[in-house]
C-alpha cells in the first residue's frame, strides 16, 4: 500500500522540515498543531521558526498544493508524531518524563486511523514509550489491531507502529533530514519494512533496522554521549580557572594527540535533546548510570559558576570605580539561544544565566541576540537591545554563544566573561 497522505502532528522545529520534505516530494502533506497562529503562518506559505532553507520548501509546497496545516487531524495513510517530551513539575532529584502531549496526539489522531495505516512516533521519549503509545491506540480504538513488543513475529495487524527519532543538527535540518541514515524502529518487522518504505521517500541515507525499544535507546545514547564529552570540557574550564591556565589553549594542544578530539566548553548545555535526553536514561536506570548522571550534574552547574563569575566582575569594577553604585552597573549579555545561529531558546543555558543576573542584579542587564526580534513575555526583565549598544552601554561583557556576528567584532574590557573563546 503506498503513502498518498501523509500527516505530521506538531510542526514545531522538527515536524515543519519533516512534513515540507514530504510535500516537496509531491505528497499530499496534513500538518496538525495546536498553535493556530503557527498553522495561519504557515498556511501563508511562511514558517515560525528559524531554519536555514526551510521557507522557501514550504512556500514552494503550500502554493502547489501539497501542504496545508489545520488544528485537527484528517484521515492519512501515515500519522508523524513529533510533539515535545518535557518533564513533569517536580522537586525530585531525578525529573520524570512527561509524555502527556504524545498522548494527546494519540487521542486526537486515534478517531480517523483506518487499517493500512501507519503511526510512527519521532517524538525523542523514553525507552517504552512507543509500546505505550500503541497500547493507546489501542485502548481508543478496540475496532482495530495493533502490534505490541511480545508478538514481533505476527503480521496482521490494522495498523503498524514504529518510532524512528531525528537525528539532525538546527540549522542544518533541511540537509541533514535527507542525507543522514535514519534508525528505524518498528514494533514488529513488519512495521519497520513499512516505515522504511515511508522514509525512503525522500531520505538517502541509509535506513537501518531495528526495533523501537533500541531505536528510543540509539537517540538518548548519542546525546548522552554528547553530554558527558561537554561536561568533560565544562570540568575542565572550571579546573583551568582556579589554576590559571587558559583552558582553550589547553584544549588545542591536546587535541593535536591523533586520538584525541576534547569539545569546547562554554555556559552550559541547552536544547531540547542534549540537556534532556540524558535524564530519559537515567529516569530509567537511576542506580546505573552513574557516570551520564554525573555529566548532567556539572553541566547544570555551569551556569552558577558563570553567575558567580560575573558577581566577582561587578565586584571588581565597583572597587575600581568607587563612585558608582551597584545599581549604576550594567551588564550586558550576548547571546541568549541554546547554540550559535540559530533562534532556539529551549532549554538555553545562556537564557538561564541572564534571566538569573536581571534577578539579582539591580543595574541594568542588556540581553543581545541577533536571531530574534522580541524576548518573550515572561522575560521583561531583560532589555534586548543592539550589539553596538550593549558594546558601548555596558560596564560588564559576558559572551555566552558564540554567534557569527559577535565573532566579526572584539571586545576588549577589564571585565569580560568570555564562556566561548572567541574574544
Excluded at 521557507?55 to 514552494?60: C, F, L, N, P, Y
Excluded at 481508543?140 to 543538527?169: G, K, Q, W, Y
Excluded at 574550564?237 to 578530539?261: F, G, M
Excluded at 554567534?403 to 577589564?414: A, C, G, P, R, V
Aim: charge should be negative.
Amino acid at each position: 500500500m503506498s503513502f498518498n497522505t501523509i500527516s505530521v502532528v506538531g510542526l514545531g522545529y522538527i515536524g515543519l522540515p519533516t512534513a515540507a520534505m514530504f510535500a516537496s516530494c509531491k505528497k499530499t502533506v496534513i500538518g496538525v498543531d495546536v498553535n493556530q497562529k503557527a498553522v495561519d503562518i504557515i498556511n501563508q506559505g511562511k514558517i515560525h521558526i528559524v531554519e536555514p532553507g526551510l521557507e522557501g520548501i514550504v512556500s514552494a509546497a503550500v502554493k502547489e498544493g501539497y501542504f496545508k496545516a489545520t488544528t485537527k487531524p484528517e484521515p492519512a495513510d501515515a500519522f508523524l508524531i513529533a510533539v515535545p517530551t518535557p518533564f513533569k513539575k517536580s522537586d525530585s532529584v531525578i525529573p520524570e518524563p512527561d509524555l502527556s502531549y504524545i498522548k494527546a496526539a494519540v487521542e486526537a489522531i486515534a478517531p480517523v486511523l483506518k487499517k493500512g495505516d501507519l503511526v510512527i512516533l519521532e517524538s525523542t521519549s523514553p525507552v517504552g514509550a512507543t509500546e505505550q503509545m500503541a497500547e493507546w491506540l489501542a485502548a481508543a480504538r478496540p475496532d482495530l489491531s495493533f502490534p505490541s513488543f511480545t508478538s514481533e513475529a505476527m503480521t496482521d495487524f490494522d495498523v503498524n507502529i514504529a518510532h524512528c527519532p531525528e537525528r539532525v543538527l538546527p540549522g542544518h535540518v533541511v540537509e541533514e533530514l535527507i542525507s543522514n541514515d535514519r534508525v528505524i524502529g518498528g514494533v514488529s518487522e513488519a512495521c519497520s519494512a513499512r516505515a522504511v518504505e515511508l522514509y525512503k521517500t525522500f531520505v538517502e541515507g541509509e535506513c537501518v533496522v531495528t526495533n523501537a525499544r533500541t531505536a528510543e535507546m540509539a537517540k538518548l545514547t548519542e546525546n548522552s554521549c554528547r553530554d558527558v564529552q561537554i561536561a568533560f570540557a565544562n570540568e575542565l574550564s572550571i579546573i583551568c580557572d582556579k589554576l590559571d591556565i587558559n583552558v582553550w589553549e589547553l584544549i588545542s594542544l591536546a587535541n593535536r594527540h591523533p586520538r584525541i578530539n576534547i569539545l569546547q566548553p562554554g555556559p552550559g548545555v541547552g536544547g531540547h535533546c542534549i540537556a534532556v535526553d540524558p535524564w530519559f536514561i537515567i529516569s530509567k536506570s537511576p542506580d546505573e548510570a552513574k557516570i551520564i548522571h554525573t555529566a548532567r550534574q556539572v553541566n547544570d552547574a555551569k551556569p552558577s559558576w558563570v553567575i558567580d563569575k560575573v558577581k566577582i566582575a561587578i565586584s571588581d569594577f565597583l572597587q575600581a570605580n568607587p563612585t558608582k553604585r551597584i545599581e549604576d552597573v550594567t551588564v550586558a549579555c550576548y547571546g541568549l539561544a541554546f547554540k550559535p545561529d540559530i533562534d532556539d531558546l529551549r532549554e538555553s543555558p545562556a537564557l538561564n544565566i541572564a534571566k538569573q543576573l536581571a534577578e539579582l542584579h539591580s543595574g541594568t542587564v542588556l540581553a543581545v541576540e541577533p536571531n530574534i526580534a522580541s524576548l518573550p513575555e515572561s522575560e521583561v526583565a531583560l532589555c534586548l537591545t543592539t550589539f553596538e549598544d550593549a558594546k558601548g552601554n555596558a560596564d560588564i561583557h559576558l559572551m555566552l554563544v558564540d554567534h557569527k556576528e559577535f565573532k566579526q567584532t572584539i571586545i576588549e574590557s577589564d571585565y569580560l566573561i568570555d564562556t566561548k573563546g572567541i574574544w
